[in-house]
């Protein structure tokens, strides 16, 4: 690195003078001689350092222990700039809850961190399931004010208080539980990711905070206490910020993506050397840093104009080039280790840059240059930084030159234009390497003060880069660099598929193949994947002529490209796929196979067969009450060949269906289509009385009230109404006549429109004497319209005297249009005097389209005096239709006096239609006396030849008993039943036998059944009362005997007294429990258990002798004692 400074030659040649100017360009340093000697050898060593050889720092030195934990009582503080996976001294170790619990403090940086991210415990994250509950991390970012760690302060016995602040210092509290499992290797070293100092300031805004600014970096460093420790005024702050504004620059990758230009990231060791340190870190932006007028400059790795020309009247003295290195010296190629975050943090190789032209200048030999970057992580940040190491090199023409004091102007690192006519050097750039004063003899023998130089030729393309190029050509005239470009691959293609795992799961996959052109330095491919206008790409290496991208968003359409890589890094154009889209797995697995269902006591168990697929899931299971798939649901997802369905009554019966699922949610197909079906084991009668009357067709008709009653009530009612409106019609007629009349009256009436023709007749004969009255009346009409045609006649004959009245009505309608014809007649004829009325009524009802065809008759009997009332009441009708026909009849008789009712009522219905048939009889006879009614109804029935019934029911007040005899089909076939509803079931023998061998009552309010003689072949019996029981051989699965007086009982040879206990006692407590038990000296069964947490259980049981009496027994006594946790202890005696 260039320096200003002066050399005792120069003091003894400007005497007291010089010495005082130079000690100003050096005046101000707080590092005094240390400062000086320092900034010298940094500077005077850049010359050195772009001519020669580096120093190789050895790997130890760039890993900086950085991810291992240590433990060592005396540990030099380190800081953390940028990103880094860093470990650190232990500085705290307790155990705790009998050495389960290990509480370690890591301490990390010695200066404020951004963040801590995740933790890793031997290169596994936190996350990791197998950590689950056994550990607990805390961090502190180091803060000026952070307290102590409340959680360690509280578990630690006192041994980390309040006052154990770290203040200042970031660190971690790791509080892990022991797990064999877990923590195989004792204890693990432990990491985690952080993001570094957050107190970089920034002179373009004087803000402070995060930052990975390589610029930024540096400066801290050089202000930080623990780096140099420089004041703000030797910081030339112009030149960190154009510095910082290199950094920031973005730079393309070859995934499309950018990245800044200089970044630093890791971890500083302030135990080593400041010098080492900055040369270190100077690696990160390929720059330079200059102590120059008492301040320190820096200059990144960019092209800097040129600020001023060196004319050739500035020259005072002939000039010396070196227009080569030494053998020795010299290199042609590049590579070196750079920090990866890809390979955990560890130090990797970045690809090497190397040029052939060089090589071949140093007679084909290829001489590499270690160059180690500790605080890059960017592979890509490494080559560009590499590739400047090698062009640097490429320029080694050298000059030194002697100027006038105009030289002063200028300053080490700068980059002037050097113009000589003798050389060919018009505007030539160089940077200026030194910078020293110096003084020499003039013409006239006075000594002269002049300036030295030292530059070397440089040029912008130095520092150029592009993202898809590792190599550029040199513009300088002796340079060359043409690179060993590999061939890219012929084709690409891109097959989408999906990858099982090796747990069964199905991920999508994308199946990248691709030829290759022969090229034997091709040592691997590089891979490269994005989703369809996305910027970045994801990237992957590949040493085969495949590769499988997994996982991808599946129905996502993805761009894959491929190139070469020489084993030198070299890389190659890219060969483009066309675009894919990715499809998830879409096979649905297998049906299972071999589905079983056995009943057991309110359960069904299940059992298949699993389909071979590997990346089967779950099995569903699906129920119905039916064997019909369509009713069924599903009730369960399961793993594994077996499933139990519980919570079902006594002699259900169940029908199942199972499919499978497999982990990309993929459903099949089920077993059958047929369901398999169980039936659970009968547990009491009543599951049998359930099962029968649910699958009855009997039993809810014979529940139900007959319904006969009202009807005929509605029908009775119906018609009374329709014979009291035609009494009350004819009686008006009579009430409108109030003087002597005798007169005959006829009107025609005619009418003609241009939509309807209409004509009527009316002929009205009235005769009247005082209370006497007599009149015929007939009205006739027809009328002819654009819809339709329609005729009327209405006939009517009335007499009346004092309080009799008789009358006669006929009503005919006929009525015809495009799509019906309709007739209908009505004939009244009622009698009445006072309150006794007689009336006869018919109607008549005929209509026929093009659909269908109807007719019916009503015919009304009715007689009444006062509230007494006879009457009879028929109804027929007939329809016919394309697609059916219907028949109905019902006669209903019914009389009644003062509330006492008696009917009889009968309704017969047939049906036909081109899917099924219908005869149909009911019969009621019903009586009623005040509150009471009793009812009997006959049903008979039979439909589409298939099924058939006979139901009789007798219903008093509400009380139904009855008989039915049915047949009908099922899904096993045809069923039959005959079902009896009632209080009492008496089976006899015919005749005037007295001899009833089955009967059912109740007696005590208990519903019994009585055999005078059975024989069963197999019984099921929940409570049995047995006078007299003869069993020569008996299983019994389940036996609970109250009490029992057994003369001589054994079990497998051995007595139940054997197996006795005697007084048994129990405690419990925590870090201890203990219990009081009274004996008779014999022998005491002692069972103890210890819970220390969730997972770790200890038990002991033990045989202890106590004496007689009342003893305390205790965990000591079970062999539990030193350990801690939830006791629990049982002491029983035993009896033998």
């Known amino acids: ?108 940086a010695s200066n404020r961190l951004r963040s801590i991210g995740t933790v890793y415990f031997d290169d596994v994250p936190e996350t990791d399931a197998r950590f689950v509950g056994l550990v607990r991390v805390n961090r502190h970012l180091g803060t000026a004010d952070q307290a102590a760690d409340a959680d360690l302060t509280a ?80 910081i030339d702050d112009s030149f960190f910020a154009a510095a910082a ?60 104009s040129p600020g001023w020309t060196l004319a050739e009247g500035d020259i005072t003295g002939p000039i010396r080039i070196a227009t080569r290195v030494s053998r020795r010296e010299a290199f042609n190629g590049v590579k070196g280790v750079y920090v990866s975050p890809d390979n955990h943090w560890q130090p990797s190789d970045y690809p090497a840059v190397a040029s052939d032209a060089a090589m071949a200048e140093m007679g084909g030999e290829r001489v590499w240059r270690d160059h180690p970057l500790p605080y890059t992580i960017s592979s890509s940040a490494a080559q560009r930084l590499a590739k400047i190491e090698l062009l640097r090199a490429r320029q080694p023409l050298t000059v030194a030159v002697p100027a006038t004091l105009a030289a002063m102007r200028c300053q080490a690192g700068d980059v002037i234009r050097v113009s000589n006519t003798r050389m060919g050097w018009a505007a030539k750039p160089f940077e200026v390497v030194e910078w020293t004063l110096a003084a020499r003899a003039g013409a006239d023998g006075v000594p002269v003060i002049g300036v030295d130089l030292m530059l070397r030729e440089t040029d912008a393309s130095v520092f150029d880069w592009l993202a898809d190029e590792e190599w550029t050509v040199d513009p300088a005239p002796n340079s060359s660099l043409p690179g060993l470009v590999p061939t890219a691959p012929l084709s690409v293609t891109v097959t989408p ?106 359960c069904i168990a299940l059992t298949w067969r699993l389909p071979p697929d590997r990346d089967l899931d779950l099995i569903e299971v699906w129920e119905s009450a039916t064997p019909r798939l369509e009713d069924a649901a599903p009730i369960a997802t399961v793993r594994g060949t077996d499933f139990v369905r519980h919570g079902l009554g006594g002699l259900v019966t169940r029908y199942y269906w199972v499919r499978a699922i497999d982990r990309s949610g993929n459903v099949g197909d089920f077993n059958s289509n047929l369901g398999t079906g169980g039936t659970t084991v009968q547990l009491s009668h009543q599951d049998m009385v359930e099962r029968l009357i649910a699958e009855s067709h009997l039993v809810p008709q014979l529940a139900e009230k007959i319904q006969g009653v009202e009807k005929v009530a509605e029908v009775m009612a119906q018609a009374a109404v329709r014979i009291q409106a035609g009494y009350d019609r004819i009686k008006q007629e009579v009430g409108r006549r109030e003087s002597d009349v005798a007169e005959v009256t006829t009107r025609i009436t005619q009418e003609v429109t241009d939509r309807q023709a209409l004509a009527e007749q009316v002929t009205d004969v009235v005769a009247q004497y005082d209370a006497s009255f007599a009149r015929v009346t007939e009205s006739l009409t027809a009328l002819s319209a654009a819809d339709g045609a329609t005729a009327t006649r209405i006939d009517g ?200 061998p089955f009967v059912i009552g109740t007696v005590g309010g208990v519903s019994r059944i009585s055999m005078s003689s059975a024989f069963i072949q197999d019984a099921s019996i929940d409570t049995a009362q047995i006078r007299r029981a003869a069993i020569k051989n008996a299983q019994i699965d389940n036996l609970a005997v109250k009490d029992a007086n057994i003369d001589n009982l054994t079990i497998k040879g051995r007595s139940i007294e054997d197996l006795a206990a005697g007084n048994m006692a129990w405690g419990s407590g925590s870090g201890g429990a203990s219990c009081a038990i009274t004996t008779t000296g014999k022998p005491v069964a002692l069972i103890c258990s210890v819970h220390q947490d969730a997972v770790n259980v200890y038990a002991s049981v033990r045989v202890v002798q106590p004496p007689e009496g009342t003893s305390i027994l205790s965990n000591a006594h079970a062999g539990l004692a030193g350990r801690s946790g939830t006791f629990f202890i049982v002491a029983i005696e035993l009896r033998k």
């Open 497 to 602: 598929s999906a990858k099982i795992q090796p747990d069964g799961t199905s991920v999508p996959a994308l199946e990248v193949a691709w030829t290759v052109a022969a090229d034997a330095f091709v040592g691997e491919w590089e891979v490269q994947w994005r989703p369809a206008g996305a910027a970045a790409w994801s990237s992957a290496r590949a040493s085969d002529h495949r590769h499988v991208v997994a996982p991808v968003d599946p129905g996502v359409n993805y761009q894959v490209r491929v190139r070469a890589v020489s084993s030198l890094g070299m890389r190659s154009a890219w060969a483009y796929a066309s675009p894919a889209d990715a499809a998830g797995d879409s096979e649905p697995p297998g049906p299972p196979t071999g589905l079983t269902a056995i009943g057991g006591i309110r």
């Open 797 to 996: 004959i009335v007499t009346s005297y004092d309080t009799s009245l008789a009358g006669i009505q006929a009503t005919l309608t006929a009525h015809g249009d495009a799509l019906t014809a309709q007739a209908s007649r009505t004939d009244t004829i009622v009698a009445g005097y006072d309150r006794t009325l007689a009336a006869y009524e018919q109607r008549i009802t005929a209509s026929a389209s093009g659909l269908e065809a109807l007719t019916g008759t009503v015919t009304t009997l009715a007689a009444t005096v006062g509230g007494n009332t006879a009457a009879i009441v028929s109804e027929r009708d007939a329809r016919t239709s394309a697609v059916a026909a219907l028949t109905t009849a019902l006669d209903t008789v019914s009389a009644k006096v003062s509330g006492v009712t008696a009917s009889l009522s009968e309704e017969i219905t047939t049906r036909a239609t081109k899917d099924d048939a219908l005869s149909q009889t009911v019969t009621t006879l019903n009586t009623t006396v005040g509150q009471h009614t009793a009812s009997i109804q006959t049903q008979a029935g039979t439909l589409n030849g298939l099924s058939a019934q006979y139901v009789v029911k007798v219903d008093v007040n509400g009380w139904v008993s009855g008989f039915g005899l049915a047949s009908f089909p099922t899904t096993q076939g045809i069923v039959s039943e005959f079902v009896v509803k009632a209080d009492r079931f008496i089976v006899g023998q015919p005749g005037v036998s007295a001899d009833y």
């Open 1 to 108: 690195m260039p320096v200003v400074a002066a050399g005792a030659a120069v003091a003894a040649a400007v005497g007291t003078a010089s010495a005082a100017v130079a000690g100003t360009l050096i005046a101000g340093s707080i590092l005094t001689t240390f400062a000086v000697n320092f900034g010298a050898s940094m500077v005077l060593g850049l010359a050195s350092q772009a001519l020669s050889p580096k120093a190789k720092a050895p790997t130890a030195t760039l890993r900086e222990d950085r991810t291992l934990m240590i433990r060592q009582p005396v540990v030099a503080r380190r800081l953390i700039v940028g990103r880094a996976r860093v470990s650190g001294p232990l500085v705290f170790i307790h155990s705790s809850g009998n050495n389960d619990y290990l509480h370690l403090v890591i301490a990390l």
């Open 155 to 234: 578990e630690s016995d006192g041994k980390w208080t309040a006052e154990h602040r770290l203040r200042g210092i970031a660190y971690l509290y790791v509080r892990l539980k022991w797990s064999d499992q877990a923590w195989p290797g004792g204890l693990p070293s432990i990491s985690c990711d952080v993001e570094g100092a957050d107190e970089l300031t920034d002179p373009r805004t004087g803000g402070t905070g995060y930052s990975r600014n390589a610029a930024l970096a540096i400066r801290w460093y050089l202000r930080h206490p623990l780096g140099l420790g420089v004041g703000a005024d030797e």
């Open 245 to 304: 504004n290199v950094s920031d620059e973005g730079v393309s990758r070859a995934d499309g993506s950018t990245e800044p230009r200089y970044t630093v990231d890791g971890l500083i060791d302030t135990a080593r050397p400041p010098q080492q340190i900055l040369q270190e870190l100077l690696t990160a932006c390929g720059g330079r840093l200059v102590y120059a007028g008492g301040k320190w400059r820096l200059l990144a790795g960019a092209w800097q």
